[in-house]
C-alpha cells in the first residue's frame, strides 16, 4: 500500500500560480504513474493529469494544457502540480493518486490507485 499526503492548496486570484505537492511513503517502489484529479462542487472528480514515474511520460486534459505543469522527484518520492494562469473554474479540491501498473484508462486510478486526502485549491474572480 502506499500513502500519499498531498499539500499546496489554498486561495489565489484569478491568474495568479499554485504549485500543488503529493509526497509518497510506504510501498513506493511499486510506483508505475502518478496522477492529479480535481473535484469541483456537484461534479465528478475528472482527469488533470499524470506522469508516468520511470520514463516521465505526462499527459494532461486538454482544459488545463499550457497551462498546468507535471513533474516528480524521484528521490524524494513526491509529485508535483505547478499551476499557473489559474480561473475561477479550477476551483476544486486536488487530489493525487499512485498507479502500480500500466495507466490504460484514466478510471483505471480509480479502481487500482491508492489516493490521497485532498487539497482545496480556490480560485477567485
Known amino acids: 500500500q502506499v500513502q500519499l499526503v498531498e499539500s499546496g492548496g489554498g486561495l489565489v486570484q484569478a491568474g495568479g500560480s499554485l504549485r500543488l505537492s503529493c509526497a509518497a511513503s510506504?510501498?513506493?517502489?511499486?510506483?508505475?504513474?502518478m496522477g492529479w484529479f480535481r473535484q469541483a462542487p456537484g461534479k465528478e472528480r475528472e482527469f488533470v493529469a499524470d506522469?508516468?514515474?520511470?520514463?516521465?511520460?505526462?499527459d494532461y486534459a486538454e482544459s488545463v494544457k499550457a497551462r498546468f505543469t507535471i513533474s516528480r522527484d524521484n528521490a524524494k518520492i513526491t509529485a508535483y502540480l505547478q499551476m499557473s494562469s489559474l480561473k475561477p473554474e479550477d476551483t476544486a479540491v486536488y487530489y493525487c493518486?499512485?498507479?502500480?501498473?500500466?495507466?490504460?484508462?484514466?478510471?483505471?486510478?480509480?479502481?487500482?490507485?491508492?489516493w490521497g486526502q485532498g487539497t482545496q485549491v480556490t480560485v477567485s474572480s
Open positions: 493518486s499512485a498507479l502500480d501498473r500500466f495507466r490504460r484508462y484514466y478510471s483505471d486510478y480509480a479502481h487500482f490507485g491508492s
Open positions: 510506504g510501498r513506493t517502489g511499486s510506483i508505475y504513474a
Open positions: 506522469i508516468s514515474w520511470s520514463a516521465g511520460n505526462t
